[in-house]
């Protein structure tokens, strides 16, 4: 019965991208195409609300001058139905944006049978369960429009600036035969007739590639498994890396931080619109981002009166206690205890007990990791030895470092973690489009 | 004994990009680093190439100007090594590029250990499994340097052309509950404490996330357990994926075209120096491109004396055969028959059994796949239970099309067939910097 409504688009195309109409346009013919929002009737007249990825704009149906398949068809109208209407624009200083569209004929291209189960307008609309559900439905929100956004903006600016630095962009194999940096919070695969695992990071590939492309960079999934359930903390999420030959990790600091600089400089300008929506304004950043060294952290934290003692990790907790360094932005934290990094991580030349190493903090969040890296293929082994990983299992990646590998520094970024930050997001869920955790698999 | 000459950058860094200096700058004190691809020596002279990503330099040690310490190291060095060098630049006519370093300080930064097992100069320097166990040394070759930098140009062209085209760039999950298109060809993976699978495509995420974003593309791995060992497929491939609200796949096609129209005209303008090296000029291409019916080309086979029923997949083997075709570049295959193409392709209004549908074809060589999709849910079901899917396990996805998914439309390029179509490559594995294949899962 509804199903005889929908129709096809047929010759019926898109005038405009958007529904953001110049109300200067009045009289002319367009077509415009989006999902109804809001119906809303007068008695005499009927507004629908339809809205595109770039806004709404209202289309006002007097009955005594539409048709009367104008009219039955509007009748089976729900919101989020998608719809396409030919019309006339007429300017309208009460309409909302100053224009509204006069339809002529309408098309249903897709018919809601059922109401959203939660509020599109609310900030908190539901519990994040019931959004994720049905996360293409709760994605139409303004708020998270503007996050997903936000986030394109992020990829793109990073991928622009990277490209302006001299980097270039790889791909390396998310199957591999062994863990990076140990195998507690590897996903296995059956490849093949093998035991394979997914990749938690393209650590070693982005070093060898530093032997043939110098300047790389690669942003991908990783996986995780991440037996805590955290709301900053997801299964599968999207990494930053950059790998640099000739310098260290001072140098790939400043690269860093220049980064972070130039995106969100580049949401200031991009996305004037969706900032309306977050409810909250970007950090303020200058470079250079302030330093602390590991050593000076835990010597700040244990005259705060925290348990800490030096050589253990900086406790998300802990660190939220410190009121100083939350007033704060980002900052840098250098110079960990080799005992605590990677294998792969280099240890200072006076001091080995500690390493040319840092990590990037938003507040007390975690959101980067960057160091020099080991060249020696001894000095790697040695570390490997220490860390109780099988040195054989890694002897695909070692076996390259007999062939002049040049010195070499990097980093890896969340990319969720960086968009909770920028956007002060409370769960890292709302910055993925399908969040993966311990407990969902689905959609 | 050789290690103690391997020295720290300390606070060296290179005063150019690029080795790939300008003669004017005669006289000028320059810090060059790169790896060594040549040393001769000519007596009181000695000759070292020094390679970046750029090109390379010629280092000329003057015997009887150079420092005892100096000869000392470069008498220990050996191809492959990463090294920096302190130097005037001068003009020098007969040196490759017309300029060349004259050393006053030296740091080994790395020493290579050993000699290449394979000729860096030639274009089929070893077999691939050879030179894949070395890939990252291999990767210096200037081929492939030239292969990957295109690379770069077409995933940064595509990704351009995109956003210029006002669409949105988004991340679907790889970890995935169910088979998108039947669960033959997928890697399980032990997800917590249940079975999951490693995605073979985005699709239906693509579909869904055309009612929030309308216009979305995904350039990102996929797996397909791909039992076959062939020049042409891989288990882990970059899929270009792109799916547009509101149209059709004749509109598609057209976008697909003028892309691929973009990202060579691109590579053109941005790859000079590596196309000289690739030994073949780049496809010309205009739109649109041609044609054909799926039972024109039936026909066409039939006629050329091959064994083809209407319902047949087109066979690679067959297709090579048609000298006309193999005579083309690109062109498109349309109207399938709805029985061998996916559960959410659209069957044509008049003609049930065609679907809208068509692949991508460079010669004989599929490289993309679209169609316009299903928006009804009730005609998903249906042909979902057609094809022997488990409809309760797309409940997770079905269930978004019940509030009003627009018409949407797309396609799935794989990014290293149109490297091996662009580039002239006989082997898809040298289109990817780490192939992973049936027998491969290492470096």
Not at 299 to 309: C, H, I, R, T
């Amino acid at each position: 019965m509804s199903d005889l409504l929908e129709e096809e688009l047929g010759t019926w195309r898109r005038s405009h991208y958007s529904v953001d109409i110049d109300p200067s346009l009045n009289e002319i013919q367009v077509i415009i195409m989006g999902w109804v929002s809001s119906i809303r009737d007068h008695g005499n007249i009927k507004f629908i609300m339809v809205n595109d990825r770039f806004g709404h704009i209202q289309v006002a149906l007097k009955k005594k001058d539409s048709s009367s398949i104008l009219l039955e068809k509007v009748e089976k109208l729900r919101e989020h139905s998608s719809i396409a209407v030919k019309g006339k624009i007429r300017s309208e200083a009460k309409a909302p944006n100053s224009a509204e569209i006069v339809p002529l004929e309408l098309k249903i291209l897709s018919l809601a049978k059922k109401s959203s189960p939660f509020q599109m307008q609310s900030r908190k609309p539901a519990g994040i369960d019931t959004r994720m559900d049905l996360r293409a439905l709760d994605l139409r929100r303004s708020l998270l429009q503007s996050i997903f956004n936000i986030r394109y903006t992020v990829l793109s600016s990073c991928r622009d600036f990277l490209k302006e630095e001299g980097f270039i962009e790889v791909n390396t194999p998310k199957i591999i035969a062994t863990a990076t940096e140990g195998g507690a919070t590897l996903f296995p695969i059956f490849y093949y007739d093998r035991e394979a695992f997914m990749a938690q990071s393209p650590q070693l590939y982005k070093e060898q590639l530093t032997m043939a492309f110098e300047n790389v960079f690669e942003i991908a999934p990783i996986f995780r498994a991440e037996p805590s359930r955290t709301n900053r903390h997801l299964s599968e999420a999207i990494s930053i890396d950059v790998e640099k030959a000739f310098v260290d990790y001072n140098d790939i600091m400043g690269l860093l931080e220049k980064m972070i600089v130039y995106v969100i400089k580049k949401i200031n300008e991009n996305n004037k619109t969706h900032l309306k929506f977050l409810g909250s304004a970007l950090p303020q950043v200058t470079v250079p981002f302030p330093r602390y060294r590991y050593t000076e952290l835990i010597e700040l934290m244990q005259k705060a009166g925290e348990s800490v003692s030096w050589g253990d990790d900086l406790a998300f907790q802990k660190l939220q206690r410190l009121e100083d360094l939350n007033a704060k932005t980002f900052y840098f934290v250098t110079d960990w205890p080799t005992a605590i990094k990677p294998f792969y991580v280099k240890p200072s030349n006076d001091q080995p007990k500690e390493c040319e190493s840092f990590d990037l903090m938003f507040k007390s969040l975690e959101i980067s990791s960057g160091s020099t890296r080991i060249r020696r293929k001894e000095e790697l082994i040695e570390r490997m030895e220490k860390q109780g990983l099988k040195v054989g299992a890694f002897d695909y990646h070692l076996k390259v470092f007999d062939y002049g590998i040049p010195p070499h520094a990097g980093f890896g970024i969340g990319l969720e973690r960086l968009i909770m930050s920028i956007c002060n997001l409370e769960n890292i869920r709302d910055a993925t489009l399908y969040p993966r955790d311990i407990d969902r698999l689905t959609p």
